[in-house]
């Protein structure tokens, strides 16, 4: 099998960073040496079909990124993003492994609802892939078939307290899946807002002409944020399920974490890029020629983006420092601003929901480094080792050790990295969520299971690098 030889790096793992070579046999990473190890007589440098210089650069464990959705249906359209163009947009961005969500929607089958998913994935994707399952609406069927996918290496599951009548459980179905939860080891994922209170929120805003995209963040309030997050705790609590929170990004949902891990449970929350970056403020204050201030809708997520004033992102910031966040992933979500976006032209609440981020995580969150918001270990453990461990992925996944999958980013501090059309920006989408924004660092190369499919500012992998992962149950739980 061909040998691959990184050398002249420094390898920053969550644990700490060391001048080190490591080599790569076919896919799996065999040794990480002091630099410029002779082993047997032989210097590694000649005996290797390929090195890479990586000197003054840092090599880093594949992104992972556990929040992604593909295709998504929604709001009568669908994520602009297939399989195709949003693993290869990751991969360009040093994510090497997507954890996407197979859908159920209500009175469809589980088992249908993941095979579809696998259709859709299956050969097309550019980075090695896994799944969570959407309960669209805990049924009979449901609470049968999920004890069934942990064979299948589809270990957690996530539920909505929001959307009803798409996505929606109430608390009793609720209570009964994290029973499943408890008695399997799956984890439960929660989307926590109160949807029935937002509903009415939301059609009061529009009665009264209010129908901006900025509306749709009025409506969705941090109190049903943090309500929702407080009873997935207690519901968590009472079954003994362990519980992780999506896309956090309320400071009061966090204080409800933090007080939850206080107690001893198994909760865990992630936070997104959106949230610590952009603000309902900017939201208000968006406007383009072309869209007026319909051009908020670029922003339209939920959870919304939250008031910078009220002080929700310095406090998230400060979460993933002490760890009252765990981990960061994208919620990926793309759609486009024509023929998607603009069905809530007049009415917010028919704006398809999401942000298109899969690209620019590694970056983005390598700026809070630059920034000094957080460490260059805790960016390895926000974005690759936590999300690893917390998913079942560890040991092949989120670190660079002999047996691991060579799964390796080399991370240039030198680079510089300009994000938006026509610059840094390989997404489906006709605009960037992140336009504007420049970084001060650059993915140099990227490499899935010891092939190079990212080379300096060249895309060399295939559709269908990417194969399909099983996961084993959180190695995060106490
Ligand atoms: N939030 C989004 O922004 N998009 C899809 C679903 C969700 O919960
Ligand atoms: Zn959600
Ligand atoms: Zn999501
Ligand atoms: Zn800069």
């Known amino acids: 099998m061909a040998t691959t030889l990184i050398k002249g790096g420094t390898v920053v793992t969550a644990t700490g960073r060391s001048e080190a ?8 990473i065999v040794a990480v040496l002091a630099p410029g190890s002779v082993l047997l007589g032989t210097d590694l440098s000649a005996g290797v079909d390929t090195v890479i ?15 992604t959705h593909m295709e998504l ?18 991969a360009w961005g040093g994510t090497t492994t997507i954890i996407d969500f197979a859908v159920q929607t209500y009175g469809q089958k589980v088992l249908d609802g993941l095979a579809a998913w696998h259709e859709k994935a299956a050969g097309n994707c550019a980075i090695d892939y896994a799944f969570h399952q959407i309960i669209g609406g805990v049924d009979d069927d449901s609470l049968a078939v999920l004890p069934t996918l942990v064979d299948e290496g589809i270990t957690s599951f996530k539920l909505f307290m929001a959307y009803p009548g798409v996505f929606y459980s109430d608390d009793a179905q609720i209570l009964k899946a994290m029973q499943v939860s408890a008695e399997t080891g799956m984890l439960t994922m929660m989307h926590a807002e109160n949807g029935p209170v937002i509903d009415v929120l939301a ?23 943090e309500e929702a997050t407080h009873r997935a705790i207690m519901l968590s609590n009472l079954t003994g399920a362990p519980l992780y929170v999506v896309h956090v990004s309320a400071k009061q949902a966090v204080e409800q974490l933090a007080w939850a891990r206080d107690n001893g449970q198994n909760v865990f929350g992630e936070t997104c890029p959106q949230y610590l970056y952009l603000s309902l403020e900017e939201q208000l204050g968006a406007s383009s020629e072309e869209w007026g201030a319909f051009e908020g809708s670029k922003w339209v997520c939920s959870t919304p983006l939250r008031s910078r004033e009220e002080g929700h992102q310095h406090h998230m910031w400060q979460a993933l420092r002490t760890n009252d966040i765990q981990m960061v992933s994208t919620d990926h979500c793309p759609f486009c601003m024509k023929g998607q976006k603009e069905l809530g032209l007049g009415d917010f609440r028919k704006i398809p929901n999401g942000i298109g981020s899969v690209e620019h995580r590694m970056d983005l969150m390598y700026q ?3 920034n000094g918001q957080i460490s260059l270990e805790r960016w390895v453990e926000l974005t690759s080792t936590t999300p690893a461990r917390m998913f079942g992925l560890y040991g092949k996944k989120g670190v660079i050790q002999p047996g691991a999958d060579a799964d390796i980013v080399v991370y240039d501090p030198n680079g510089h990295t300009s994000i938006g059309l026509g610059k840094t920006h390989h997404m489906n989408m006709d605009h960037s969520a992140w336009e504007g924004f420049e970084i001060d660092g650059h993915v140099d190369t990227v490499l899935s299971r010891g092939k190079v499919v990212v080379d300096g500012n060249q895309y060399i992998g295939s559709q269908g690098d990417g194969k399909f992962v099983k996961r084993g149950l959180s190695q995060y739980l106490i």
């Open 73 to 90: 249906p929604f709001g009568g359209t669908a994520a602009s993003d297939t399989f195709e163009t949003g693993t290869r947009a990751a």
């Open 21 to 28: 070579d490591v080599l790569i046999d076919g896919e799996t």
């Open 203 to 225: 059609a009061q805003l529009v009665e009264k002409g209010k129908t901006d995209p900025y509306f749709h963040g009025i409506a969705r309030a941090w109190q049903a944020e």
């Open 368 to 370: 809070g480094v630059v």
């Open 53 to 67: 210089d990586a000197s003054g650069k840092y090599v880093i464990p594949g992104g992972v990124d556990a929040h």
